[in-house]
């Protein structure tokens, strides 16, 4: 495992930041990467990820990278280093809700939809477009929106997959220059361990790798 880490480490260039997807991991694969030096990890599941949390050590940075239910925020809330799957203002305000109670701010990534299939979770540019724009956001002070996040179609296609990460890519860019106190875009997740070659050259800097590093689950 600490080879396939090695090993995958040395296809990221510098300003990529790995987070390793540990979901349905067990502890000790957890504690082996941690004592190789990884600290960011990621889950998609609110108990699991609250459970590893409890029996790991406290300086590792926990990213929720799946669908979140607002009704669970609170049990991340005083804890989560990231959460990458923000898709309405709903959750938005309720994760700032969470934070006021912990006397936190916590960083947000807005997840958007750019695959060609229907499983997958997130905003449309339009509907991001209007969160970013709305009144309502700029109430919350215990959230900042500090990236998005997409994920590709699973599929052989590797010029749909480019052109899915690009769209990204570009709705990224176009927002870099609008900072607010809640609101600046740096984080660009995108990249799996099947795409995350082509997420980076169209430009994500977070690359959110399972399989690749612990083996397939
Ligand atoms: C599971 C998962 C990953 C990692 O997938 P691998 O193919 O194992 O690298 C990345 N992002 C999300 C949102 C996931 O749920």
Known sequence: MIENYSNTKALLPPPVKLVAVSKTKPIEAILELYHAGQRDFG????????????????DIQWHMIGHLQTNKVKHIASFIHLIHSVDSINLLKEINKQALKNNRTINCLLQIYIANEETKFGLSFDEAEQLI??????????????????????TENTEQIHAEFKSLA????????????????????????????IAIEEGGNMVRIGSLVFGVR
């Open 43 to 58: 889950e998609n599941r609110v108990q699991e990820l609250t459970e590893k949390f409890e029996q790991l050590p406290k």
């Open 170 to 197: 570009t709705f990224f860019s176009k927002h870099k220059n609008f900072k607010t106190f809640n609101f600046e875009l740096e984080t660009l997740s995108m990249g799996m361990s099947g795409d995350f070659h």
């Open 133 to 154: 724009n709305s009144e309502e956001l700029k109430k919350l002070l215990n959230i900042k929106i500090v990236g998005l996040m997409g994920m590709a179609t699973n």
